[in-house]
């Protein structure tokens, strides 16, 4: 069998956390997870293979002189175990759409006689409806379909160019068609590879419409919310956690906003149906559904009694202001003084 590299390249929320934590110690002979300063590669191998951009090493908490720390650990841990193959794990990768990164990638693995790119795809609405929330946590961003919509071409025929097509497999995120309706199990059948010992951590649900909307109308009014330390993201983070409690309403993207969307990237959805099939078929979701930011302010607006309930719930004094955006306010502040 030809030494091989198993590169796992996302995307984002379709398991990947739970496959890095299952595997993450994985050594059963043959085969060996990467270890590479944490369990998610994404940060650390885009600061290796964008090397001088700044951002890229801020982004993985790296200097110069650590990234170079890490890269010469990872072309160690291929040159010691030349009979193994090798586990790589970032969702992020399937976002780099930069052929020069990738190539420098490729150079990296070029002990390997086979690298085998693998990668979880979800329909565009709900991937959308998914990345939306996850970014929303952390960041202030537009609600617009058109902006947010995943351009699965661009993202993948590069992976295709340098590594081969028949080297790149796409499959459609459905827990339903899975073993055991688990990604975790998935991966390890489509890899050869035996079930890792430490059971798959369940992955964080995603936020419900009321938090959605409540976080997009303080992010609009506000900006990103401070992250400038430790204790600013433990007070953004229990902000975040908390406004789950507002409803249990999935978030889900409107049919008809994402529509004509959808036809001018008809191509893109026929090159990935060409390479990953037909998606599982999709209920409609059931109201509300979110095609505009309007739509998302209108939401929030309906939350505020719900809001003023939880604030006196986690203890916050003092008057209640009467809007979303002063009582989101009300909420960092009493979060702030009180962790």
């Known amino acids: 069998m030809p030494r091989t590299c198993h590169l796992h390249i996302g995307t984002t929320k379709t398991g990947s956390t739970s496959i890095q934590r299952s595997f993450c110690d994985y050594d059963d002979g043959r085969t060996r997870y990467l270890r590479l300063r944490i369990p998610n590669h994404s940060r650390v191998l885009a600061a290796l293979c964008a090397p001088n951009d700044a951002e890229a090493l801020r982004q993985a908490k790296l200097t110069p002189a650590k990234a170079d ?9 291929i040159a010691e175990f030349p009979d193994h193959d090798l586990i790589i794990s970032g969702e992020g990768l399937s976002m780099w759409a930069d052929p020069e990164m990738i190539a420098r990638l490729a150079a990296d693995l070029h002990a390997f006689e086979a690298v085998r790119v693998l990668a979880y795809v979800r329909t565009p609405d709900r991937w959308i409806a998914s990345s939306f929330q996850q970014q929303l946590r952390n960041t202030a961003l537009p609600y617009d379909i058109a902006a947010l ?11 295709e160019a340098a590594f081969g097509p028949d080297n790149v497999t796409l499959v459609p995120f459905d827990p339903a068609g899975f073993p055991t309706g688990d990604v975790v199990a998935d991966f390890a059948a489509r890899c ?4 890792p010992a430490t059971p798959a951590p369940r992955e964080k649900p995603a936020l419900p419409a009321e938090a959605v909307a409540v976080l997009y109308a303080h992010r609009a009014a506000r900006g990103v919310p401070p992250l400038a330390d430790r204790t600013d993201a433990l007070v953004n983070r229990a902000l975040v956690e908390g406004v789950r409690a507002l409803g ?4 889900r993207v409107d049919p008809a906003a994402l529509a004509p969307v959808m036809a001018r990237h008809a191509d893109q959805m026929a090159w990935l149906a060409a390479r990953a099939g037909a998606f599982p078929p999709v209920s409609e979701p059931v109201s509300p559904v979110f095609g505009t930011a309007r739509d998302l302010l209108t939401f929030a607006e309906a939350q505020r009694g719900a809001l003023a309930g939880w604030l006196r719930d986690i203890g916050a004094t003092g008057a209640v202001p009467d809007d979303v955006v002063g009582m989101v306010d009300a909420a960092y502040a009493h979060l702030r003084a009180t962790l």
């Open 192 to 195: 050869g590879l035996d079930m």
């Open 248 to 251: 249990n309403t999935p978030f």
């Open 149 to 159: 919509f995943p351009l699965f071409r661009d993202w993948f025929a590069p992976w």
């Open 69 to 77: 720390h890490w890269r010469a650990a990872m072309q160690d841990q």
